[in-house]
T-cell receptor
């Protein structure tokens, strides 16, 4: 178990630029989740994948956000035309889901995005 | 829609004091419940989980939690805290088979234990 890894750890970008984050889950895990966390708040759900299929996407997520998991392994989260309100910690988590929802999430260290 | 409430945002305790952190959720069906901990500078880690059976579950580092279905609660407890328990604690729920597999988190409780 090498853990969930996220890259980069920090990203500073100017408003209006596009950014892309990568997540490598634990290799045998079939579920992959993206969350966003701001100061003083808990992780906020963005989207999740079962293998390569994106099964759910938060209604709060604007169409500037897109996520992919093309081969059911690593995933990318892209934010287009970044805004200052996008500044947050973006967390990736994975799990080995057997179908009843009781598998715990394993989190990465996150990517901290600062939009100036 | 599911939601999770953690009413204690900041808690300060002295070592050896007892701890209880509240967690309430809103969902009428079967749920899976979790407590996660985030130590300073580290990623979120699982403390314990409940999905069926004995409503009193034990986790790592002496933590336990009790699921009370009638109160929609899943409070976290520890009889005697240590300085190393200083961290942020998050309660989470998912509805599994009867609902969505997304995990909904509370806003967290920041615990500081004084040596």
């Amino acid at each position: 178990d090498t853990g969930v890894s996220q890259d980069p750890r920090h990203k500073i970008t100017k408003r209006g630029q596009n950014v892309t984050f990568r997540c490598d889950p634990i290799s045998e895990h079939n579920r992959l989740y993206w969350y966003r966390q701001t100061l003083g708040q808990g992780p906020e759900f963005l989207t999740y994948f079962q293998n390569e299929a994106q099964l759910e996407k938060s209604r709060l997520l604007s169409d500037r956000f897109s996520a992919e998991r093309p081969k059911g392994s690593f995933s990318t989260l892209e934010i287009q035309r970044t805004e200052q309100g996008d500044s947050a910690m973006y967390l990736c988590a994975s799990s080995l889901e057997t179908g009843v929802g009781n598998s715990p999430l394993h989190f990465g260290n996150g990517t901290r995005l600062t939009v100036t | 829609a599911q939601s999770v409430s953690q009413h204690n945002h900041h808690v300060i305790l002295s070592e050896a004091a007892s701890l209880e952190l509240g967690c309430n959720y809103s969902y009428g069906g079967t749920v899976n419940l979790f407590w996660y901990v985030q130590y300073p500078g580290q990623h979120l880690q699982l403390l314990l989980k409940y999905f069926s059976g004995d409503p009193l579950v034990k986790g790592i580092k002496g933590f336990e939690a009790e699921f009370i279905k009638s109160k929609f609660s899943f409070n976290l407890r520890k009889p005697s805290v240590q300085w190393s328990d200083t961290a942020e604690y998050f309660c989470a729920v998912n509805a599994g088979l009867t609902g969505t597999y997304k995990y909904i988190f509370g806003t967290g409780t920041r615990l500081k234990v004084l040596a």
